[in-house]
């Protein structure tokens, strides 16, 4: 069992950056793969990025390539999304989530564990 909390959202200018934080608690000491989905009001939670648990591999969607950043530090259990360069269209609630499994990363269905989901709010 893990618990993911969030933190970090608000509401944005244009252009401007924004750091999410997601802290595990688990009971165990599995290696979780770490994934960032994000979900605005009417549209399908969409993918955003992943992080292996070694923090090797990383794997991004297509609309925040190149301006978006994940990253993870193992000791205090928690993982990051560095948004830049962030766009109106980059408005929604975000959601950390934790998984065991190797494939199936991109998709909501290969995650077995979610936050509550913290708002980013970009303002054009």
């Known amino acids: 069992q893990v618990q993911l909390v969030e933190s970090g959202g608000g509401l944005v200018q244009t252009g401007d950056s924004l750091r999410l934080s997601c802290a595990a608690f688990?009971?165990?000491?599995?290696?979780?793969?770490m994934g960032w989905f994000r979900q605005a009001p009417g549209k399908e939670r969409e993918f955003v990025a992943v992080?292996?648990?070694?923090?090797?591999?990383?794997y991004y969607g297509d609309s925040v390539q190149g301006r978006f950043t994940i990253s993870r530090d193992n000791a205090k259990r928690t993982a990051y999304l560095q948004m830049n360069s962030l766009k109106p269209e980059d408005t929604a609630v975000y959601y950390c989530?934790?998984?065991?499994?190797?494939?199936?990363?991109?998709?909501?269905?290969?995650?077995?564990?979610w936050g509550q989901g913290t708002q980013v709010t970009v303002s054009s």
């Open positions: 688990a009971r165990t000491s599995s290696r979780y793969a």
């Open positions: 989530a934790a998984t065991i499994r190797q494939s199936g990363l991109g998709s909501v269905s290969g995650y077995d564990y």
């Open positions: 992080i292996t648990w070694s923090g090797i591999r990383s």
